[in-house]
């Protein structure tokens, strides 16, 4: 489970990206839905699971727990989670990812008590748990933290009523986890809409859950009593589409992003139209292709369906080679632009003010070794290294491979100069 610190990408930039790429099944929908097997006991198949790091986590904590996993291939694992026997999860590996907070609610909603270590990942500033613990509280969970860890009393669980004050994708997931089989109707208002949410929604219902709403703002969850195993595929990840999108359209690529759901896209599409590139949208594919200068904009990133806070990284990076003063500003986390300085390395013209970034755009970037500080940020320093003049190596590729599936291979098959490195 170790990090490989060596490891790094050397990318030759100046490269226009054209071809085709295929999108890997959604993490940050993969790494819930395998904790809400924990609900289940009985036999699933999820298919379409991206085969990188945070999901091998994911998997591994439930195997620690008990559960039978078994990689059926590369992008199909079968979870029995009916032989899973505690509710405590172990310190050392759940603290490796965010989504470990998803155990809280899955073991709370199968055992009625949760104990699990503070959530790790990605690192831009404080991440709470605030709204987890007010969604729990609403079902009649107690929650202490003690002892280094997070527990959860559920004995008394059952369907309640929860507004959630600020739009949380991990606490109105967790609590969906928690609700389902929590006896009475559950409702979240104010709930998060991301596709993933909607997602994870449609794996439990499809498993004997009864969840209504999900992709609005108000989710109804009425308890059952059991669910069911069954098979579900799990949707294309549209982070990922997103920055093959980025990267097309920086290298004044023609891409066609394949095995995506266009809606799912539409912020990013918008903003491209505004930029002037052209996009193409089929019924599972995206073409993207940029040519000579294009236009400066301003985005702030907001819950879905705004801009997604994940690809501003990609963003920003996109507009360093596009003239003009672009404004990006942060709606979602307090602190994602550390990775600025990475970019000022290659030349960049960006100053950050709180959660506003102004982007002197046109300066050419050229080759430098820069640091990938986390994994949205690293796919930020690899667009902006294919659109460098000369070498860039990033270092800590360890953040990337936490969530993009053969990044090596895709940018590869596209053209770009790019390998892996552990000197
Ligand atoms: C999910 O994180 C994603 N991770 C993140 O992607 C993504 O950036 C984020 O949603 C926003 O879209 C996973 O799905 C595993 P939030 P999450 O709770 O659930 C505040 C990636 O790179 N907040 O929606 O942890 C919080 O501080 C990762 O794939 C509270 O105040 O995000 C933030 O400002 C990085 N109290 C905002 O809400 C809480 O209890 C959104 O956070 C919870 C959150």
């Not at 999860?89 to 470990?100: D, F, G, L």
């Not at 079902?139 to 309640?160: N, W």
């Not at 929590?182 to 993933?196: I, L, Q």
């Amino acid at each position: 489970m170790g990090e490989n610190t060596l490891e790094k990408f050397v990318i030759t930039g100046g490269k226009a990206l054209c071809g085709t790429v295929d999108i890997s099944g959604a993490k940050n929908a993969a790494v819930a839905i395998i904790p809400a097997a924990i609900l289940i006991e009985d036999e699933c198949i999820i298919e379409n699971v991206p085969d990188i790091k945070d999901v091998r986590i994911i998997l591994d904590i439930l195997s620690s727990l008990g559960a039978k996993v078994e990689k059926l291939d590369a992008n199909t694992v079968k979870i029995d989670a009916t032989t899973l026997n505690t509710y405590v999860a172990e310190k050392e590996i759940a603290s490796k990812m965010r989504a470990s907070y998803y155990l809280l609610g899955a073991l709370c909603g199968r055992f009625k008590k949760a104990v699990v270590p503070p959530p790790g990942g990605c690192n831009f500033g404080i991440r709470p748990i605030d709204q987890h613990i007010k969604g729990f509280e609403a079902l009649s969970c107690k929650v202490e933290i003690k002892h280094g860890s997070i527990y959860v009393d559920g004995e008394q669980i059952k369907g309640g009523q929860v507004y959630f004050d600020v739009v949380s994708v991990g606490a109105t997931i967790n609590i969906m986890l928690a609700a389902v089989r929590a006896p009475g109707v559950t409702v979240m208002e104010n709930a998060a809409k991301e596709p993933h949410i909607v997602d994870v929604a449609n794996f439990l219902n499809s498993m004997g859950a009864n969840i209504k709403g999900a992709g609005t703002d108000v989710i109804k969850i009425t308890g059952v009593e059991k669910l069911h195993g069954g098979t579900y595929g799990v949707i294309p990840d549209q982070i990922e589409a997103g920055t093959y999108m980025f990267a097309a359209a920086a290298t004044r690529g023609d891409v066609t992003i394949r095995n995506v759901i266009p809606k799912h896209l539409e912020a990013i599409t918008s903003k491209f139209i505004e930029m002037g590139v052209e996009v193409a949208e089929g019924d599972d594919e995206i073409r993207v292709c940029a040519k000579g200068n294009l236009n400066k904009i301003n985005v702030k990133t907001l819950p879905y369906p705004g801009f997604p806070t994940d690809l501003q990284p990609p963003m920003v990076a996109l507009l360093t080679t596009v003239n003009g003063t672009s404004i990006v500003t942060e709606g979602v986390w307090d602190s994602r632009f550390q990775y600025v300085t990475e970019l000022e390395k290659m030349g960049a013209k960006i100053t950050v003010n709180g959660s506003v970034a102004v982007i002197e755009g046109g300066h050419p970037l050229t080759g430098a070794d820069v640091k990938s500080t986390d994994l949205r940020a690293g796919a930020g320093m690899v667009i902006a290294a294919l659109c460098a003049n000369g070498t860039t190596e990033v270092l800590n590729v360890y953040h990337i491979d936490r969530g993009y599936e053969n990044i090596i291979e895709k940018l590869t098959n596209l053209g770009a100069d790019i390998k892996r490195t552990d000197d």
